[in-house]
């Protein structure tokens, strides 16, 4: 370049000095020599011109192809020359190796997101309104894709100090810990946030810790009333003692009975809610969701039960024994619900979620459950049955949790319920 520059030095001197050698030659009125010396001054020009042309034309060449992100091009010299060449292999050059930062800059990049999208947090970037401008894989599994948070996660965001919010997406509830990250880039505030679904892990809890309490208090329990019946049955055994009368007997024998009948009842209790702390490992196969639906309809032939058997052979991956009965309790349920309705209608269907996990639906058009007790129906010995044991939804939610996946439900009290089986994929 700095040849470069030198000639185009020349060239200017080279025309200033022929101007004024024209001028006056001119002046002297040597026609001839002044005829020459304007020749020379148009040649050198238009050399010049054609130049800084060739330039400009490289140049143009060089921002069309960063502006259209054209970086494979490779430049010419304009004309046969030193100078053109080197510059034109310069230019060549810089091209070359921009197109080498770009190309380590976009794998950097997709390096990161590949990265976040296998991590299990959900990542969302989002600015200040909530428009969410990017999503990792695990926030699209979780709040499908959307393009504005939803309404609880922005107040949480904007308030920045709750820790874990419950959120409905899918036909799913999401407890999530959130932390919220601000910051400002290019004079433009976002955001960014991570969220953990923690409702899995409190279940689990949950679960982990009612079983627990449960065999705490029936071995209690049962080490009580295991004496208490065996004294009671050999107390009722024995013969009728030369110091006490028959009437007397006759009193101490009733109580004794009373006794082993109150307590074999009591044991009974007991051993039917041990069996929640008994729930078998599941031993998952292939299961197709139309054989499952088939078999459920010969248990509940009823007219009024509909099973909404998919077209495709969609399968799932279960203990079929085990989720067969939490659908069977939940379909005896039902009935019971729809047992005052003269219309009577229940509904087990299969669905897909925008986030590519299958739903398995059971919904009845019964009583409903009051919003007071919505919450409560899935804790153990908890019931609103007159004869109820209070371990069948329990015991349903267990058997999903132990599956990976988690059951919810809606309902509306007059209106009926709707039981949502979400399995993971």
């Not at 930062?101 to 390096?111: C, G, N, S």
């Not at 100090?161 to 419950?166: A, K, L, N, S, T």
């Not at 041990?274 to 639906?293: A, D, G, Y």
């Not at 079929?320 to 309790?329: D, M």
């Given at each position: 370049m700095k040849r470069f520059a030198i000639r185009v030095i020349l060239h200017i001197l080279f025309i200033m000095l022929l101007s004024i050698g024209s001028c006056l030659l001119f002046q002297k009125q040597l026609w001839f020599s002044t005829v020459i010396c304007i020749i020379l001054l148009i040649t050198f020009g238009i050399h010049l011109y054609r130049m800084q042309f060739k330039q400009i034309i490289l140049l143009r060449r060089l921002t069309d192809?960063?502006?259209?992100?054209?970086?494979?091009?490779?430049?010419?010299?304009?004309?046969?020359?030193?100078?053109?060449?080197?510059?034109?292999?310069?230019?060549?050059?810089?091209?070359?190796?921009?197109?080498?930062?770009?190309?380590?800059?976009?794998?950097?990049?997709?390096?990161?997101?590949?990265?976040?999208?296998?991590?299990?947090?959900?990542?969302?970037v989002t600015d200040k309104a909530g428009h969410i401008e990017w999503m990792n894989q695990a926030a699209v599994t979780h709040l499908g894709q959307i393009s504005q948070?939803?309404?609880?996660?922005?107040?949480?965001?904007?308030?920045?100090?709750?820790?874990?919010?419950?959120?409905?997406?899918?036909?799913t509830v999401l407890e999530m810990a959130i932390s919220c990250t601000k910051f400002v880039t290019q004079g433009k505030e976002q955001q960014i946030i991570s969220l953990k679904n923690i409702h899995s892990v409190l279940e689990r809890n949950e679960m982990e810790a009612w079983q627990k309490l449960i065999r705490v208090l029936t071995h209690e329990i049962m080490n009580s009333i295991t004496p208490i019946i065996s004294l009671s049955e050999t107390l009722s055994e024995r013969g009728i003692p030369k110091l006490l009368g028959e009437k007397e007997y006759s009193i101490m024998l009733q109580a004794m009975q009373t006794i082993h009948r109150r307590s074999k009842g009591l044991l009974e209790f007991v051993e039917n809610y041990?069996?929640?702390?008994?729930?078998?490992?599941?031993?998952?196969?292939?299961?197709?969701?139309?054989?499952?639906?088939?078999?459920?309809?010969?248990?509940?032939?009823?007219?009024?039960?509909?099973?909404?058997?998919?077209?495709?052979?969609?399968?799932?991956?279960?203990?079929?024994?085990?989720?067969?009965?939490?659908?069977?309790?939940?379909?005896?349920?039902?009935?019971?619900?729809?047992?005052?309705?003269?219309?009577?209608?229940i509904r087990v269907e299969v669905i897909i979620s925008p986030a590519g996990n299958k739903l398995l639906t059971v919904s009845d058009?019964?009583?409903?459950?009051?919003?007071?007790?919505?919450?409560?129906i899935f804790v153990p010995f908890f019931t609103t049955k007159t004869s109820g044991s209070g371990i069948g939804l329990s015991l349903c939610k267990q058997i999903m949790t132990l599956h990976e996946g988690s059951i919810n439900v809606k309902s509306e009290s007059g209106k009926g319920s709707k039981f949502i089986l979400t399995f993971p994929k």
């Open positions: 192809g960063l502006r259209y992100n054209d970086m494979m091009q490779t430049f010419h010299p304009p004309f046969k020359n030193k100078i053109m060449n080197e510059w034109a292999k310069e230019l060549s050059e810089s091209l070359k190796d921009f197109r080498g930062r770009l190309l380590a800059e976009e794998i950097k990049h997709q390096y990161y997101e590949n990265l976040l999208n296998k991590v299990d947090t959900a990542v969302l948070l939803p309404e609880a996660l922005l107040r949480a965001s904007a308030i920045n100090d709750i820790p874990i919010i419950r959120i409905e997406q899918n036909s041990r069996r929640l702390t008994r729930i078998p490992t599941p031993v998952c196969t292939k299961v197709s969701i139309t054989e499952l639906c088939m078999d459920l309809k010969k248990l509940f032939p009823e007219e009024y039960i509909h099973f909404e058997i998919p077209s495709s052979d969609l399968t799932l991956y279960i203990d079929r024994a085990q989720i067969e009965q939490v659908l069977i309790n939940l379909l005896k349920n039902a009935r019971e619900a729809c047992g005052r309705q003269s219309d009577k209608d058009n019964g009583e409903g459950i009051l919003p007071d007790v919505l919450d409560k």
